[in-house]
């Protein structure tokens, strides 16, 4: 099994900076994709930015240079730095884990954390 625990979550005013982090842990071979996605009250969940195994980032047009992704394959560990938080990026934040493989050459899997509140006042 595997687990995505994270933190960071919070209320800050609008113009402020969040940083939101996630720690894989359990029978982990390797990760293909590291990523965040949040949902809205009413609304479908979104991605919001993706990091590869090999380091390239997928970003939402929403976001494209207020947030950044980082990512310690290493440590199983994803982070994601927001600024410039507008009152539109209040959700709530799951950090996903995506072609997890817990062997060599096993089937992969997809994970979620249990989400983080993240709400930006006007």
């Known amino acids: 099994q595997v687990q995505l625990v994270e933190s960071g979550g919070g209320l800050v005013q609008a113009g402020g900076s969040l940083r939101l982090s996630c720690s894989a842990s359990g029978s982990i071979f390797s990760i293909g994709a590291m990523g965040w996605y949040r949902q809205a009250p009413g609304k479908q969940r979104e991605l919001v930015a993706a990091?590869?195994?090999?380091?390239?980032?997928n970003y939402a047009d929403s976001v494209k240079g207020r947030f950044t992704i980082s990512r310690d394959s290493a440590k199983n560990t994803v982070s994601l730095q927001m600024n410039s938080l507008k009152p539109e990026d209040t959700a709530v934040y799951y950090c996903n884990a995506d072609g997890v493989r817990t062997r060599a050459g096993s089937a992969t899997f997809r994970y979620w954390g249990q989400g983080t509140q993240v709400t930006v006042s006007s």
């Open positions: 990091v590869m195994e090999g380091g390239s980032t």
